[in-house]
Antibody
């Protein structure tokens, strides 16, 4: 069964950057997209953005534009989320989530934009 | 951005109860609506997509309905493992947005 394996917890200073990885345990990224969702302590879920690795296209929430960089390495089936200029409010668990596997032309079809699999999350703590 | 609201924000129920959670979108999203279950300290689990389609492996006690702006998630007979927080999410347009969650706990 495919899993999304995320990198370990991080502690960062304000103003620095963090890069979180999300690796598919089996298969490749060529047939689905990866979104990043975060959850601050005791709060709800917040979508940050997504990448379609086979197309190299990204969409990000305006709130994070200029601070978040989404990339993917298809050769290792690993997606990355880098968040810069960290502040205390960025302390959260960061999740990657995958859409179902479809043939590439359907990746642009809204019918297949739902998530079917989540990573376990990566805790990022921003503290001086 | 499309705003998602949920009601109630929390509810107390007993094992065996039928539970219904409502989700409303600030504009029409057709059926591009998903539901997730999250337990404390765990990642969300996908339950329903396209408003009413069950994810693989999700028991049939969960059901979803609705279209446009109003949606519901129903748990037909609440079991101990169902006590959790439930979120709706629209994937009609960017940015994808989630409801604030509904916490279901034991009465």
């Amino acid at each position: 069964q495919v899993q999304l394996v995320q990198s370990g917890a991080e502690v960062k200073r304000p103003g620095s950057s963090v890069k979180v990885s999300c690796k598919a345990s089996r298969g490749t990224f060529s047939s689905y997209s990866i979104s990043w969702v975060r959850q601050a302590p005791g709060q709800g879920l917040e979508w940050m953005g997504r990448i379609i690795p086979i197309f190299g296209t990204t969409n990000c929430a305006q709130k994070f534009q200029g601070r978040v960089t989404l990339t993917a390495d298809e050769s290792t089936s690993t997606a990355y989320m880098e968040l810069s200029s960290l502040r205390s409010e960025d302390t959260a668990v960061y999740y990657c989530a995958r859409t179902p596997s479809v043939v590439p032309p359907l990746l642009s079809d809204r019918d297949y934009w739902f998530f079917d699999l989540w990573g376990r999350g990566t805790l990022v703590t921003v503290s001086s | 951005d499309i705003q998602m609201t949920q009601s109630p924000s929390s509810l107390s129920a007993s094992v065996g109860d039928r539970v219904t959670i409502t989700c409303r979108a600030s504009q029409g999203i057709s059926n591009y609506l998903a539901w997730f279950q999250q337990k404390p300290g765990k990642a969300p689990k996908s339950l329903i997509y396209a408003a009413s389609s069950l994810q693989s492996g999700v028991p049939s006690k969960f059901s979803g309905s609705g279209s446009g702006t109003d949606f519901t998630l129903t748990i037909s007979s609440l079991q101990p493992e169902d006590f959790a927080t439930y979120y709706c999410q629209q994937y009609h347009s960017y940015p994808f947005t989630f409801g604030p969650g509904t916490k279901v706990d034991i009465k």
